[in-house]
């Protein structure tokens, strides 16, 4: 038995994708546009290189585009504090050696900012796959436990290709010596 067969780690991607810093930087320069043409519209002095908003009348123009500026900076701060925490990170670790499962996930700030879960191999029923298409897809793989609990084991977010999670599924299903449900 190798070290590989005996140790499955599997990295979780959480809230560092390109979709992430995308949309945090795109609503980040809209929030900022928007402030600055309510301030330029105020001050009756352009502060873009692109428009002139001092035409623009104070009440209620300018003060609906600080609202909406400060409203999408605001958001892009949020955005952007969730991919410096990345929110939902972690891995999934499956040991024989000791006989142990570890899935280990990163929260927002707090007392219970790492989520860590471990488990006995042989407390496992099954690995269940949940697979749902449509507006919506889903697409996640579950271990399920003996005592009824299920922990979701896939990234939130975009679904990953359904060979993919087959693959996974069946994988982790032949390496925990378990069923697998759903397929």
Request: glycine letters at 10%; proline letters at 4%; a positive charge.
């Amino acid at each position: 038995m190798t070290a590989s067969d005996r140790a499955l780690r599997q990295e979780v991607l959480g809230s560092r994708r390109f979709s992430n810093y995308w949309w945090a930087t795109i609503v980040t320069i809209g929030g900022t546009g928007f402030l600055l043409s309510s301030i330029s519209s105020y001050l009756h002095k352009n502060l873009l290189p692109f428009s002139d908003p001092t035409q623009l009348i104070f009440i209620p123009q300018g003060i609906a585009m600080g609202f909406y500026g400060v409203c999408a900076l605001l958001l892009g701060l949020y955005l952007w504090l969730t991919v410096l925490w990345d929110l939902g990170g972690g891995y999934n670790e499956f040991d024989r050696k000791t006989g142990s499962i570890r899935i280990f996930r990163w929260g927002f700030p707090g007392k219970n900012r790492k989520l860590d879960f471990t488990c006995k191999i042989e407390d496992v029923q099954s690995v269940r796959v949940d697979i749902k298409e449509g507006l919506s897809p889903r697409r996640s793989i579950y271990l399920k436990l003996k005592d009824r609990r299920q922990f979701p084991l896939t990234r939130v977010g975009q679904p990953l290709a359904l060979s993919e999670v087959e693959n996974r599924a069946a994988e982790l299903a032949r390496y925990l010596q378990v069923p697998l449900e759903g397929l």
